[in-house]
């Protein structure tokens, strides 16, 4: 299996710009999140997804959007980049049943800049 | 979810049992306790979870206390590679809602 894949794995945007950050995984897991680091701090929640088709909030949905049309694909839309929204960004899944709910696996990361 | 307190930094020698601290005074009855690490600029790696019980896998040990307001993980042979930051999580397994906070760092020194 190779987890969960994360593209790009860099990139840079300008002020008002839009992109797609891409995860996708071939676990069958049923939950997908998302998350931001910012430089020396912690991760937040942007948005998750127990299933296809169902997404909800996370800390810091501003800015952001989330489709789930397959259990594979957990896309990120950004649609006016502005620099507060320079960050690596992390994408997740997880079972989703049972004991391990909050056994997550995690991408290697998108580091996006916006300037 | 309840939250978690954890010292900023600490440091251990290698080959020495690293034991990071965490409380967690306000968890629920259906909460449960876990830990991940997040190597530098790479993407979090779980460790390991309890409910109420001890437990031990093939990377740490996880002790709760009898109240469960507090735990400690345990790294037994610290080596230069679990240099990291460790975080603990208090979740209720409904999954969602993982919410990270600033962890611990540990510098594992030769």
């Known amino acids: 299996n190779a987890g969960v894949t994360q593209t790009p794995k860099f990139r840079i945007l300008k002020i008002g710009q839009s992109m797609t950050l891409q995860c996708t995984q071939d676990?069958?897991?049923?939950?997908m999140y998302w998350y931001r680091q910012d430089p020396g701090m912690g991760l937040k929640l942007i948005y998750y997804?127990?299933?296809?088709?169902?997404?909800d909030k996370g800390e810091v949905p501003n800015g952001y959007n989330v489709s789930r049309s397959t259990t594979e694909d957990f896309p990120l839309r950004l649609e006016l980049a502005a620099p507060s929204q320079t960050s690596v960004y992390f994408c997740?899944?997880?079972?989703?049943?049972?004991?391990?709910?909050?056994?997550?696996?995690f991408g290697s990361g998108t580091q996006l800049s916006v300037l | 979810d309840a939250k978690t307190t954890q010292p900023p930094s600490m440091d251990c020698a290698e080959g020495r049992a690293a034991n990071l601290p965490c409380n967690h005074s306000?968890?629920?009855?259906?909460?449960?306790v876990y830990w991940y690490r997040q190597i530098h600029s790479q993407g979090p790696q779980y460790i390991i979870h309890?409910?109420?019980n001890n437990e031990t896998n093939e990377m740490a040990s996880l002790i709760i206390t009898e109240d469960r307001k507090s735990s400690t993980l345990i790294l037994p042979h610290a080596t230069l590679r679990d240099t990291a930051v460790y975080y603990c999580?208090?979740?209720?397994?409904?999954?969602?809602?993982?919410?990270f906070g600033q962890g611990t760092e540990l510098s594992v020194k030769p």
């Open positions: 997804s127990v299933g296809a088709g169902i997404t």
């Open positions: 309890g409910l109420k």
């Open positions: 997740a899944s997880s079972y989703g049943q049972g004991r391990t709910n909050e056994k997550l696996f």
């Open positions: 676990m069958n897991h049923n939950y």
């Open positions: 999580i208090v979740a209720n397994n409904q999954g969602g809602k993982l919410i």
């Open positions: 306000t968890i629920s009855g259906n909460e449960y």
